[in-house]
């Protein structure tokens, strides 16, 4: 009769990375086909891929594969680390995985404090890295991890959808959007935070910015300091609810802000022709993200004034004047520096 015993299994490999780019691209081919159906999964997933080629790899390697095909014997744990050229583990990446057959139990996804990324490589020579559309395109990816206020449900992700193949995709074109849609924030309220210094400069500037100067310019004389702050805001409890639980826009002025991060979203798309968003990002957005496009209409030269006229106020839509635009709607808060006194 046999008896059942235990035994530590001692293995090292000494490897060379000949080409890190195709371990991270497989790392993310074999994430998309083992997530599942959990966005936030995939999500970690790919962001673990993007960190660098020691970061994939630690999600590729399963241990217990070494003894899968031997009968007999059955892997119940393991530990697992890299170590750099100093024979120390490579930035504390040690990964401990107690229960097989799980994608996270694929080496694990880990906590940021244990990855490490493929710039570190090049610190010390001063060398730039020039990213291709690839990196690029990785780091979209990794950054929807970022905004899970964001339901991927509303970005087009079906959760009813039946067949495997539609599933996949559209999990990852909603994914690819909520990526995009992170990208585009961070860097409209990079410009936005340039745009109020050059109003504090010279109130007169408006011309001179870049996403004050994308408002609707039928009411560009109200744009100085002030109006910039207040729009800047609201701008970043935008960001604060895309990162949170968003619901919908709190007033129009955020609603102008939003829009104005979708448009930054088409400028990505231009710059990155592979990047994959569905042929109807925007509309799905839209409808999705807005409770009506009512703000839309202060880009129409011939309604100029509508924000005044009392028939549209008859008509439940809100009020569109510049002296309203930070007014909350109704149920909803707005940032108290720029909320209407």
């Given at each position: 009769?046999?008896?059942?015993?235990?035994?530590?299994?001692?293995?090292?490999?000494?490897?060379?990375?000949?080409?890190?780019?195709?371990?991270?691209?497989?790392?993310?081919?074999?994430?998309?086909?083992?997530?599942?159906?959990?966005?936030?999964?995939?999500?970690g997933m790919l962001e673990?891929?993007?960190?660098?080629?020691?970061?994939?790899?630690?999600?590729?390697?399963?241990?217990?594969?070494?003894?899968?095909?031997?009968?007999?014997?059955?892997?119940?744990?393991?530990?697992?680390?890299?170590?750099?050229?100093?024979?120390?583990?490579?930035?504390?990446?040690?990964?401990?995985?107690?229960?097989?057959?799980?994608?996270?139990?694929?080496?694990?996804?880990?906590?940021?404090?244990?990855?490490?990324?493929?710039?570190?490589?090049?610190?010390?020579?001063?060398?730039?890295?020039?990213?291709?559309?690839?990196?690029?395109?990785n780091t979209i990816l990794?950054?929807?991890?970022?905004?899970?206020?964001?339901?991927?449900?509303?970005?087009?992700?079906?959760?009813?959808?039946?067949?495997?193949?539609?599933?996949?995709?559209?999990?990852?074109?909603?994914?690819?959007?909520?990526?995009?849609?992170?990208?585009?924030?961070?860097?409209?309220?990079?410009?936005?935070?340039?745009?109020?210094?050059?109003?504090?400069?010279?109130?007169?500037?408006?011309?001179?910015?870049?996403?004050?100067?994308?408002?609707?310019?039928?009411?560009?004389?109200?744009?100085?300091?002030?109006?910039?702050?207040?729009?800047?805001?609201?701008?970043?409890?935008?960001?604060?609810?895309?990162?949170?639980?968003?619901?919908?826009?709190?007033?129009?002025?955020?609603?102008?802000?939003?829009?104005?991060?979708?448009?930054?979203?088409?400028?990505?798309?231009?710059?990155?022709?592979?990047?994959?968003?569905?042929?109807?990002?925007?509309?799905?957005?839209?409808?999705?993200?807005?409770?009506?496009?009512?703000?839309?209409?202060?880009?129409?030269?011939?309604?100029?004034?509508?924000?005044?006229?009392?028939?549209?106020?008859?008509?439940?839509?809100?009020?569109?004047?510049?002296?309203?635009?930070?007014?909350?709607?109704?149920?909803?808060?707005?940032?108290?520096?720029?909320?209407?006194?």
């Open positions: 009769m046999d008896t059942s015993r235990t035994a530590r299994l001692h293995l090292e490999l000494d490897l060379e990375f000949t080409n890190a780019g195709a371990v991270q691209a497989h790392a993310r081919s074999w994430a998309q086909e083992n997530a599942g159906a959990d966005p936030e999964t995939l999500a673990q891929a993007s960190e660098g080629a020691d970061a994939a790899l630690m999600m590729l390697v399963e241990p217990s594969e070494v003894v899968g095909a031997i009968p007999g014997v059955l892997a119940v744990g393991a530990t697992m680390w890299l170590e750099g050229p100093d024979g120390e583990p490579d930035g504390d990446f040690v990964g401990e995985s107690e229960a097989f057959g799980d994608v996270a139990g694929k080496g694990g996804v880990f906590d940021d404090a244990d990855t490490v990324t493929d710039t570190a490589e090049h610190e010390d020579s001063g060398d730039e890295i020039e990213e291709s559309e690839e990196d690029w395109l990794a950054a929807a991890a970022k905004l899970p206020g964001l339901d991927l449900e509303r970005l087009g992700c079906d959760p009813e959808e039946t067949v495997p193949a539609l599933t996949a995709s559209r999990l990852r074109e909603a994914t690819v959007l909520r990526g995009a849609i992170h990208w585009a924030y961070e860097t409209f309220i990079d410009e936005l935070l340039d745009d109020v210094s050059i109003l504090r400069q010279n109130p007169e500037d408006a011309a001179e910015t870049t996403q004050i100067s994308a408002l609707p310019p039928l009411q560009g004389a109200s744009y100085g300091p002030l109006f910039a702050q207040r729009f800047l805001a609201v701008a970043f409890d935008l960001g604060t609810a895309l990162a949170t639980a968003f619901e919908a826009p709190a007033c129009v002025a955020q609603e102008l802000a939003l829009k104005l991060v979708l448009d930054q979203v088409e400028v990505l798309a231009d710059l990155l022709p592979n990047l994959g968003l569905a042929e109807d990002w925007r509309s799905t957005a839209e409808d999705m993200l807005f409770e009506d496009l009512d703000h839309e209409l202060l880009y129409v030269p011939e309604l100029d004034g509508i924000g005044n006229d009392p028939a549209v106020a008859s008509m439940g839509m809100a009020n569109l004047d510049v002296s309203a635009w930070f007014t909350p709607f109704e149920g909803r808060t707005v940032n108290p520096y720029a909320a209407n006194e």
